[in-house]
């Protein structure tokens, strides 16, 4: 009986998260379903070659199709090798800042990943008003990181003023796939006022968990804006150096969805949702 118990319960678990899940609500998406620049309703730029805090080596670029444009479906985001401005290479860091800012749900990017020594290809969240301070004190979310010289690799990654990798404390964690380049994958996360939750394709491989000590561990009860990027070289992409022979790279996105926070579910009448043995 006590077997039968644990079982019932853990069925009702995964029915309520199927459920919940499932009653998430899209407010906000683009599915890129037309041709040209990005919808500039839902998509900003940074700009520059200033190497961005990390000493990486393009100039990012603003409203030219050679570094973002929407084809066939999909969002292009190349990096080239090109003399511009200062830097010899571009590429483009598309933001929805001002355009979309959230505060918990779920954020899911579908995309397929350009491949090479020197990439350093990133989808990503920032602070919207920076309330506790410049980086690392108002947080990171880092839904997908990839290096080219780890072409097998992605990586979750938050980062805040007690958990960053300039003190070594950050909460990271790698996962091994072998298609990264050749196929799309779904990157994602879930974000409540508890836990920021990590996923490839719907595979949850990292939690990222509020302590209650405050905004220095839990900077995550803010508003965070989207960025899609593909930087050239820097102190983690350009580790081993950058292989100009094989530009020019692209990330390419199917689409990109973002979810209200899903409903608590509610128990009913005497069902236990608790493990009793």
């Known amino acids: 009986m006590k077997f039968h118990h644990v079982l019932f319960s853990l069925s009702a678990l995964i029915l309520f998260y199927s459920e919940s899940k499932a009653?998430?609500?899209?407010?906000?998406?683009?599915?890129?379903?037309?041709?040209?620049?990005?919808?500039?309703?839902?998509?900003?730029?940074d700009e520059g070659s200033?190497?961005?805090?990390?000493?990486?080596?393009?100039?990012?670029?603003?409203?030219?199709?050679?570094?973002?444009?929407?084809?066939?479906?999909?969002?292009?985001?190349?990096?080239?090798?090109?003399?511009?401005g200062k830097a010899n290479y571009t590429s483009a860091r598309l933001v929805t800042k001002g355009k979309g800012d959230w505060k918990y749900g779920r954020v899911e990017v579908k995309a397929k990943l350009p491949k090479g020594k020197g990439m350093w290809p990133a989808i990503w969240m920032l602070p919207t008003q920076w309330v506790y301070g410049g980086w690392p004190n108002s947080g990171e979310i880092d839904?997908?990181?990839?290096?080219?010289?780890?072409?097998?690799?992605?990586?979750?990654?938050?980062?805040?003023?007690?958990?960053?990798?300039?003190?070594?404390?950050?909460?990271?964690?790698?996962?091994w796939l072998n298609d990264l380049s050749s196929a799309f994958h779904i990157y994602a996360i879930d974000w409540d006022e508890q836990k920021v939750d990590f996923f490839v394709d719907?595979?949850?491989?990292?939690?990222?968990?509020?302590?209650?000590?405050?905004?220095?561990?839990?900077?995550?009860?803010?508003?965070?804006?989207?960025?899609?990027?593909?930087?050239?070289?820097?102190?983690?992409?350009?580790?081993?150096?950058?292989?100009?022979?094989?530009?020019?790279?692209?990330?390419?996105?199917?689409?990109?969805?973002?979810?209200?926070?899903?409903p608590v579910p509610a128990t009913k009448g005497s069902l236990s949702l608790g493990y009793r043995f």
């Open 50 to 84: 200033h190497g961005w805090g990390n000493n990486e080596l393009q100039y990012y670029t603003v409203n030219r199709k050679e570094n973002a444009r929407v084809e066939n479906g999909h969002l292009i985001i190349e990096a080239r090798k090109e003399k511009f």
């Open 143 to 175: 839904i997908m990181e990839n290096v080219g010289y780890m072409p097998d690799s992605v990586f979750g990654s938050v980062h805040t003023k007690s958990f960053n990798h300039i003190l070594g404390t950050q909460t990271t964690k790698g996962l």
């Open 202 to 262: 719907d595979q949850k491989y990292l939690t990222f968990y509020n302590n209650k000590t405050g905004k220095d561990a839990w900077p995550f009860d803010q508003s965070f804006h989207l960025l899609l990027n593909i930087a050239v070289g820097g102190n983690w992409g350009g580790k081993y150096g950058v292989d100009d022979a094989i530009f020019p790279q692209k990330m390419e996105v199917d689409y990109v969805r973002v979810y209200a926070p899903a």
């Open 23 to 45: 009653q998430q609500k899209l407010v906000w998406s683009d599915e890129f379903n037309y041709s040209g620049l990005p919808d500039s309703t839902k998509w900003g730029y």
